[in-house]
Structure formats: structure tokens, C-alpha cells
């Protein structure tokens, strides 16, 4: 029987459907009551630090009215609190609170230990293999930034 190696035109497409595979996957494992909208602005108000509803609009790559909903309940939740610029008091910035870097931590555990699972039910030469290709998906997204 003759094995014929995979176009790189299939290599592409079978790549984008396992890492949204994956992505829904851990992204369900996440899941509590947060939409993935309030998931996604949560973190990323935890990675910039304290951003503007702006900056963190553009980040998120949604409206600033969208966004405006969405930390609005945030808020209410006591996930996040606004803050005034110190420098400009005019402008608001968002900060996660603990009870927000909490929700987070938790989200990211139950990920973490569902694929942990997973990865622990491979053989030890799949789990090397894993350790490379995730180098080289990091240097591949890397380069974008």
C-alpha cells in the first residue's frame, strides 16, 4: 500500500480544524457562567493590567459600545472595577479585581487538567512530539506579533 504525504494545502486545512477543535474543547472546559466575550475581555483586562474601555476595545476587536455592555456586567459581577487615570482623571480604566483574577485562575485550571488528561493518555514518544510542535506554534505566532 502507497502513503502519500499530506499537501501542504491539507496540511493547512487539517492544522485550523485540530486548533479549533482544541480551542472549543478547552474553551468548554472553561466554561461557567461567563459568555466567551466576558471570558475574553476578563483576561485581557488581566493581561494589559488597567487598560481604557478604548484599549481594550481595540484588543478585543469589537465596539466600544459592545465592550461597554460587557464590562458593565463585569462589574456588576465584582469581577472588574473602574478605576480613574491617575495622570488624566477624565479617563476610566479597567482593572481586574481579586474576585476576577480568582474567576480566571479557576477557568484556566479546569483547562490545564482536562488537557493534562488528555496529553497523559499518549504514548511518551506523542508527548515529545507535542513538546516540539508547540514550540514551533509558539515561533509561528510569535512572528506575527
Known amino acids: 500500500m502507497v502513503t502519500t504525504r499530506p499537501t501542504e494545502t491539507e496540511m493547512v486545512s487539517r492544522l485550523r480544524l485540530a486548533v479549533t477543535r482544541l480551542h472549543r474543547r478547552l474553551r468548554q472546559q472553561g466554561a461557567g457562567d461567563l459568555t466567551p ?38 462589574e456588576q459581577r465584582g469581577l472588574v472595577s473602574r478605576v480613574a487615570d491617575p495622570a488624566d482623571r477624565r479617563i476610566a480604566r479597567v482593572a481586574a479585581t481579586p474576585a476576577g483574577v480568582a474567576v480566571l485562575e479557576e477557568r484556566r485550571s479546569r483547562r490545564d487538567a482536562y488537557l493534562a488528561r488528555r496529553l497523559y493518555q499518549l504514548p511518551a514518544e506523542d508527548r515529545a512530539s507535542l513538546g516540539a510542535l508547540t514550540a514551533l506554534l509558539e515561533h509561528l505566532v510569535e512572528a506575527e506579533e
Open 37 to 74: 466575550s466576558q471570558a475574553s475581555a476578563l483576561a485581557s483586562i488581566d493581561r494589559l493590567g488597567s487598560p481604557t474601555l478604548g484599549e481594550l476595545a481595540a484588543r478585543e476587536l469589537v465596539q466600544p459600545p459592545s465592550l461597554t455592555r460587557i464590562v458593565a456586567v463585569l
